[in-house]
């Protein structure tokens, strides 16, 4: 990866109106964190990020209302509304910070040459466990 550039997969979409959350297996040849981005039509972007282990198929479920929208960006009613979202991506995030200058200094045993695997996408209508907030365990 080049200083300067950034690259992110993604595609045009519409989501049904009921997707409360989505399901991705992702994989990756270097252990790293992953954005994921939600844009509405109205161009307010919706972010959550993660992280995944090397050479490992991770699954990960992220509720739509967990996504934080883009630091500066401006909605018209403060949330994502799974009917308006027009672009779904993910970015390596050492793409960014490759672009801060000398990756291995931020990324001990960086390499430019990735493999980031992205399969069996899913839109639920229903919630995934929740990954922030308060969570309640059996003992309390």
């Not at 300067?4 to 009921?18: D, M, Q």
């Not at 954005?35 to 919706?46: A, C, I, K, M, P």
């Not at 200094?105 to 069996?120: K, N």
Request: proline residues 5%; negative net charge; charged residues 25%.
């Amino acid at each position: 990866i080049e200083v300067g550039t950034l690259r992110i997969v993604g595609a045009e979409v519409r989501l049904p109106a009921t997707t409360r959350s989505l399901r991705v297996s992702l994989r990756c040849d270097q252990r790293t964190a992953v954005l994921v981005s939600l844009r509405e039509e109205d161009g307010s972007t919706y972010q959550a990020q993660f992280h995944l282990p090397n050479h490992q198929w991770t699954e990960v479920e992220i509720n739509l209302d967990e996504l934080v929208m883009d630091e500066g960006g401006t909605d018209e009613n403060g949330k994502l509304d799974a009917d308006q979202v027009r672009f779904l991506g993910f970015m390596d995030m050492a793409n960014m910070l490759a672009g801060l200058g000398d990756p291995n200094s931020l990324i001990p045993g960086y390499a430019p040459e990735r493999t980031l695997q992205i399969d069996d996408l899913r839109l639920a209508a229903t919630e995934a466990p929740r990954s922030r907030g308060e969570v309640k365990t059996p003992q309390g």
